[in-house]
């Protein structure tokens, strides 16, 4: 089975960066392992995902050239790095793991999340 631990989440101002790391264990070389984003009172949101077999990755259109997804084969850990972030950026992050890219519904586990809250 599947586990995902995040870490890296906290507070920044606009601006700034932060690396968020999901350690993966489990037959997760079958899976995308990818980000989603929550807040209260909207829909979870994709924000990137990579391929675990071919590193193929995807983006949000929202983050896409200030994020950065990757992926350390020997920690088995995939990290996002956040720059330039913007106070809409705050959000629950969760790390997930699935056979899909994109769509939350193709994911199957999940971490607890972690939080980033981002400053004016």
């Known amino acids: 089975q599947v586990q995902l ?3 890296g989440g906290g507070l920044v101002q606009a601006g700034g960066s932060l690396r968020l790391a999901c350690a993966a264990s489990g037959p997760t070389w079958r899976h995308y392992v990818g980000w989603f984003r929550q807040t209260p009172g909207r829909e979870r949101e994709f924000v990137a995902t990579i391929s675990q077999r071919y590193g193929t990755v995807y983006y949000a ?20 790095q956040m720059n330039s ?18 769509d939350s ?10 939080q980033v809250t981002v400053s004016s």
Do not use: H
């Open 61 to 80: 259109t929202s983050v896409k050239g200030r994020f950065t997804i990757s992926r350390d084969n020997a920690k088995n850990t995939v990290y996002l």
């Open 105 to 114: 519904n193709a994911y199957d586990y999940w971490g607890q999340g972690t």
């Open 5 to 7: 631990v995040e870490s």
């Open 85 to 102: 972030l913007k106070p809409e950026d705050t959000a629950v992050y969760y790390c997930a793991a699935g056979g899909r890219p994109i």
